[in-house]
T-cell receptor, first 114, second 113 residues
């Protein structure tokens, strides 16, 4: 069965430091991949998505993600985090054989140290 | 503000009861999606409607049902509520299909006592 794994439940980084959030998926074909962010008390917002083409995808708020087929990964990165980036981040995959409905990872909560 | 509205924001009810959650999509969006977010199950897709018709079904219990009306707003009906149904229920909308950017509402927090 398709699955999405976000191995880190929490990550703490200092403000200004770089960030990498990990996401691995289990799926036979190359899926459609997404990263969403959920700020406290709010709904989810799309950061970026990968469908095909360039494996380095740029998103909003200075985020980028790299698709690595050989590692079945789609890790999210940001070169320098800001306190406002504190939130929960969700990786999701849209497999063709589930009519492209999103299958979600468990989320990674990002904590920013001042 | 995503443009998706959900009412009510909070709902507290008792086991065995029935509730209705309401969602208004962004202007121009034809698809509405319902998701459940709970501590033990995480985020799960429940159901999608497109222009009034059911398009896809996920892990939606038989006690739950949804519909999308001609004005494109949607309602999620939860009946015979159990303690385990306590969760945050999100509605999202997109212009057409599931691969379009989905815009999420702020959610309805349901507490079943």
């Amino acid at each position: 069965a398709q699955s999405v794994t976000q191995p880190d439940i929490h990550i703490t980084v200092s403000e200004g430091a770089s960030l990498e959030l990990r996401c691995n998926y289990s799926y036979g074909a190359t899926p459609y991949l997404f990263w969403y962010v959920q700020s406290p008390g709010q709904g989810l917002q799309l950061l970026l998505k990968y469908f095909s083409g360039d494996t380095l995808v740029q998103g909003i708020k200075g985020f980028e993600a790299e698709f690595k087929r050989s590692q079945s990964s789609f890790n999210l990165r940001k070169p320098s985090v800001h306190w406002s980036d504190a939130a929960e981040y969700f990786c999701a995959v849209a497999p063709m054989d589930s009519n492209y409905q999103l299958i979600w990872g468990a989320g990674t909560k990002l904590i920013i140290k001042p | 503000d995503s443009g998706v509205t959900q009412t009510p924001k909070h709902l507290i009810t008792a086991t065995g009861q029935r509730v209705t959650l309401r969602c208004s999509p962004r202007s121009g969006d034809l698809s509405v999606y319902w998701y459940q977010q709970s501590l033990d199950q995480g985020l799960q897709f429940l159901i999608q409607y497109y222009n009034g018709e059911e398009r896809a079904k996920g892990n939606i219990l038989e006690r739950f049902s949804a519909q999308q009306f001609p004005d494109l707003h949607s309602e999620l009906n939860l009946s015979s509520l159990e303690l385990g149904d306590s969760a945050l229920y999100f509605c999202a909308s997109s212009h057409s299909g599931a691969l379009d950017t989905q815009y999420f509402g702020p959610g309805t927090r349901l507490t079943v006592l």
